[in-house]
């Protein structure tokens, strides 16, 4: 076992971790935080995106014993006393979703697009998400959303 | 699937990470792990314990050294996506490697793992092979410049010793390169790469995924260097090549490919 000190959503979480725990399974079952999915398991589909000290990674594919000292925001943080925050809003009002599985990823991985590139055109768009499959929307209206959040200011 | 069970260290230097590596001979390196985490959960790789260096930021650089640039190990691709120094005497390198895998592979991943891991599909072992790259290693023994050509022994097999770890990549200034790969979907890896540059007047050709390691197209450089047109050259870019058959493409596909991609890539050179 090793040890790690994670802030996870803003709260410092210590546990002892087995080195081969991954950190999507630290959050599901360690954390109890199951917005984050687990899709291929390959490090394929993104529906385990989450922030890293402030930029997206898959969480399948990161240690929970790398993680240590990090910063790490799932899903959970990001509306605030219940208002949806403006990604998740866009994502909302455009349709960007169907069954909702890929979304938490979706969503992450737009947040962190965002801050890395506020005014994204839709070829930019369409490139920063294709470490991210969806199986129901067709990705238009997934598009769509994104264009929504960053004239938003998301 | 969830990795066969290991041992891990942090370690707090590169000297303490090649003592780490020699108490263990099964022991590997890692640094991003977007090559290796994949691995270990498909348990191909069983190491007995990681020698975790991700926490190096020594090691995370681009530095400009007049004639070249010197890398640290560890900058993510991201990183050399962004950076000023290579989008001016580099351009090559920093397209290259926005085009590995997806934005959140590129956050995590880093140039010194994608090379040390030596896939003959990577787009940066072409195009680091085609720039004539220099890696610097450091083990118990101190320090070596390995040229890039004496770097890459076999499938995922590298000249680097078992308690070697690769600390930078040095590339010399180019103005004109170009990297073109055929894929079969986005973040697919490479069915075929050819990675072309300007080495001080030479047009230097390298390619990826046709072989047990990137390749230099040796025969498109030496028609190149005859006076050859960029068509007739790009015509030899398989000779010299043994590329696999499997379920991206047949080898007669992959060998279309190299010279259909290498002539695009002489074109826009």
Redesign the interface.
């Known amino acids: 076992m090793t040890s790690v000190a994670i802030t996870v959503n803003g709260q410092l979480r210590d546990a002892e971790v087995e080195p081969r725990q991954l950190l999507v399974y630290f959050l599901r079952e360690t954390l109890g935080l199951k917005g984050t999915n687990v899709g291929c398991d390959t490090s394929s589909c993104g529906a385990c995106t989450v922030l890293m000290d402030g930029v997206s990674v898959k969480s399948c594919t990161v240690l929970a014993a790398q993680a240590d000292g990090s910063a790490v925001t799932t899903i959970e943080a990001l509306a605030e006393d219940g208002d949806l925050h403006v990604v998740q809003q866009a994502f909302h009002e455009h349709h960007a979703l169907q069954c909702g599985y890929c979304t938490p990823g979706f969503v992450m991985a737009t947040v962190s697009l965002l801050q890395e590139n506020p005014n994204p055109s839709e070829g930019e768009i369409r490139q920063a998400l294709e470490g991210n499959l969806c199986r129901c929307t067709g990705y238009h209206n997934i598009v769509r959303a994104v264009e929504a959040a960053a004239r938003a200011g998301g | 699937?969830?990795?066969?069970?290991?041992?891990?260290e942090?370690a707090g230097s590169v000297e303490e990470a090649i003592a780490l590596l020699g108490r263990d001979e099964d022991a590997k390196l890692?640094a991003g792990?977007?090559s290796l985490?994949?691995a270990?959960?498909?348990r191909i790789a069983r190491p007995s314990a990681?020698v975790?260096i991700?926490?190096l930021d020594d090691l995370r650089y681009v530095r400009d050294d007049g004639d070249r640039i010197a890398i640290g190990a560890l900058t993510h691709h991201?990183a050399l996506v962004r950076d000023p120094v290579l989008a001016a005497r580099c351009g090559l390198l920093a397209h290259a490697a926005e085009l590995v895998?997806?934005?959140?592979?590129r956050?995590?991943g880093t140039i010194g793992g994608s090379l040390a891991h030596a896939d003959p599909a990577s787009d940066l072992g072409a195009v680091a092979l085609a720039l004539d790259a220099e890696l610097v290693a450091r083990g118990p023994e101190g320090e070596r410049a390995i040229p890039v050509a004496e770097f890459f022994t076999g499938p995922f097999t590298s000249s680097l010793g078992p308690q070697e770890i690769l600390t930078e990549i040095r590339v010399p200034a180019v103005e004109r390169g170009v990297y073109l790969k055929y894929q079969r979907s986005?973040?697919d890896w490479a069915t075929v790469g050819v990675a072309a540059a300007d080495v001080g007047g030479r047009v230097q050709v390298a390619l990826a995924s046709m072989g047990a390691t990137p390749l230099r197209a040796t025969a498109v450089e030496e028609a190149l260097a005859g006076g050859a047109s960029a068509a007739d050259a790009a015509a030899l870019a398989a000779e010299g090549t043994d590329p696999q058959t499997d379920v991206s493409a047949s080898s007669e596909y992959r060998a279309h490919l190299a010279r259909v991609l290498a002539r695009r890539a002489l074109e826009q050179l």
């Open positions: 699937m969830i990795p066969a069970a290991f041992a891990y942090r890692l792990g977007h985490i994949p270990l959960r498909l990681l975790d991700g926490r991201d895998g997806d934005p959140q592979v956050h995590r986005a973040r």
